[in-house]
């Protein structure tokens, strides 16, 4: 997304699988740009990305909510390029580590709940 997009919404995406760029940008699966402002990102389910599952550059005020992220053992939920942290509202998100010690378990009770529900 970018600029000023009051009222919208990015609600209940599976995104996975997203490989390392070969170019300069990050590879996120969400990636809410230049100036985003009053978005809700909710519901979404982002696993298997080679950065991190949401990425904010020079957004303002947004909300994130109830999100499932898996990450890999050193990649943050959420990045914060040149985006105040806390202008980000984050509500009741569920974030799983590579490393954590029932990841694997977490992962399929998430997907199989996801298949399920759709």
């Given at each position: 997304?970018?600029?000023?997009?009051?009222?919208?919404?990015?609600?209940?995406?599976?995104?996975?699988?997203?490989?390392?760029?070969?170019?300069?940008?990050?590879?996120?699966?969400?990636?809410?740009?230049?100036g985003t402002?009053?978005?809700?990102?909710?519901?979404?389910?982002?696993?298997?990305?080679?950065?991190?599952?949401?990425?904010?550059?020079?957004?303002?005020?947004?909300?994130?909510?109830?999100?499932?992220?898996?990450?890999?053992?050193?990649?943050?939920?959420?990045?914060?390029?040149?985006?105040?942290?806390?202008?980000?509202?984050?509500?009741?998100n569920f974030?799983?580590?590579?490393?954590?010690?029932?990841?694997?378990?977490?992962?399929?009770?998430?997907?199989?709940?996801?298949?399920n529900d759709?």
């Amino acid at each position: 997304m970018l600029g000023l997009q009051p009222g919208s919404r990015i609600v209940n995406n599976r995104i996975h699988d997203v490989d390392l760029n070969a170019g300069r940008a990050e590879s996120n699966g969400m990636f809410l740009d230049e100036g985003t402002t009053d978005v809700v990102v909710s519901g979404n389910l982002i696993y298997n990305i080679a950065k991190s599952p949401l990425r904010f550059h020079r957004a303002t005020t947004n909300v994130v909510e109830g999100n499932y992220l898996f990450c890999g053992v050193e990649t943050p939920p959420i990045r914060y390029n040149r985006t105040k942290e806390e202008d980000i509202q984050k509500i009741g998100n569920f974030v799983f580590q590579e490393n954590d010690p029932d990841f694997q378990e977490q992962f399929q009770k998430v997907i199989d709940g996801w298949e399920n529900d759709r």
